[in-house]
């Protein structure tokens, strides 16, 4: 199991001599398994590209979470004024589809490695954060191009959104701290672990 992307993986830095996502995976991980993290903290989507060089000769499954430093780069956008909700959606919709070309080509990478994988959605900011709605509204343009990405070529979806639902799984607000880490760990062991039983969705996505 390799783990890619950014510091939602690469969390060493942030949870004070806790363990990591990488060690509570490998504890969660049967026996028979084993887990590498090529995530790095603060890497953007087309980071990930680079990553992929760099797997192991026994890879066999992929997660991926990239994209929230990329939708950090957009937060003054927030900022600009605008005339009209119109207006201000089309703002938006110039980022969403800068963000989309960039997830596309990281996602049909990650497919031509032939490998199972999965790929995790930006998770909100903790709801005792500043501007909470507003961000969390905000994110959802960049969450369709993740799920739009991963359904076109049947790649499984991690929703950090879900999983990390209360302030506590934050280390600050784009983080995650060692509870966060552990459910988040929990969430990838349980796409090898069948003594995971989680609600699973259908998507209908050709026909």
């Known amino acids: 199991m390799v783990l890619l992307g950014d510091s939602i ?3 060493k830095a942030y949870v004070g001599g806790g363990p990591d996502v990488i060690d509570q995976l490998r504890d969660e991980l049967t026996p028979g398994w084993k887990a590498t993290l090529l995530a ?55 980022a969403q589809e800068r963000f989309a070309a960039d997830y596309e080509a990281m996602a049909e990478a990650v497919s031509l490695t032939g490998l199972p994988a999965a790929v995790c959605t930006i998770y909100d900011t903790p709801a005792s954060v500043a501007g909470h709605r507003t961000i969390k509204t905000a994110l959802t343009i960049f969450n369709d191009c ?15 959104r879900l999983i990390c639902n209360q302030d506590g799984d934050y280390a600050n ?20 672990n069948q003594a995971h039983h989680l609600p699973r969705s259908t998507v209908i996505g050709k026909s």
Request: hydrophobic letters at 50%; zero cysteines; a negative charge.
């Open 146 to 160: 993740i799920t739009r990405a991963a359904f076109a070529r049947g790649i499984s979806l991690i929703d950090l």
């Open 173 to 192: 607000p784009i983080e995650p701290s060692v509870q966060g880490g552990a459910k988040i760990s929990r969430a990838i062991a349980a796409l090898t």
């Open 40 to 94: 790095l903290d603060g890497d953007v989507i087309f980071g990930v590209l680079r990553q992929l060089r760099a797997l192991p000769d026994d890879a066999t499954h992929l997660v991926i979470s990239a994209g929230g430093n990329d939708a950090l780069g957009f937060a003054h956008l927030l900022q600009m004024p605008a005339s009209s909700v119109t207006d201000a959606l089309d703002i938006l919709a110039s």
């Open 9 to 11: 993986f690469d969390n």
